[in-house]
Nanobody
């Protein structure tokens, strides 16, 4: 059974950078698509970025050019989200997810971590 543990969140100022990590255990990592979602208070969970098993990446328009998702199937089972030029509107609880369907819809992803909080002050 796949388990996901996020880390790397924190409180930063607008314009700063953060790198989130998602440690993956209990499954065949290279066979899964991986994604990051986020949820701010009072809002629905929204897609941020995903990387397919073959390395293809997709981004939400709101983070394109600022965030980078990456994975290393060969060495360690970790997925990263490098976040640059952070804005106050990026403040949210960030979740890592794994699945087998290439989709931005949260409901189609099988396994979720507990989340890591990112807060960006202006």
């Amino acid at each position: 059974q796949v388990q996901l543990v996020e880390s790397g969140g924190g409180l930063v100022q607008a314009g700063d950078s953060l790198r989130l990590s998602c440690a993956v255990s209990g499954g065949t990592f290279s066979r899964y698509h991986m994604a990051w979602f986020r949820q701010a208070p009072g809002t629905e969970r929204e897609f941020v970025a995903r990387v397919l098993w073959d390395g293809t990446t997709y981004y939400a328009d709101s983070v394109k050019g600022r965030f980078t998702i990456s994975r290393d199937n060969a060495k360690i089972t970790v997925v990263y989200l490098q976040m640059n030029s952070l804005k106050p509107e990026d403040t949210a609880l960030y979740y890592c997810a794994s699945g087998i369907v290439n989709t931005p819809l949260p409901a189609r992803w099988r396994t979720w971590g507990q989340g890591t909080q990112v807060t960006v002050s202006s």
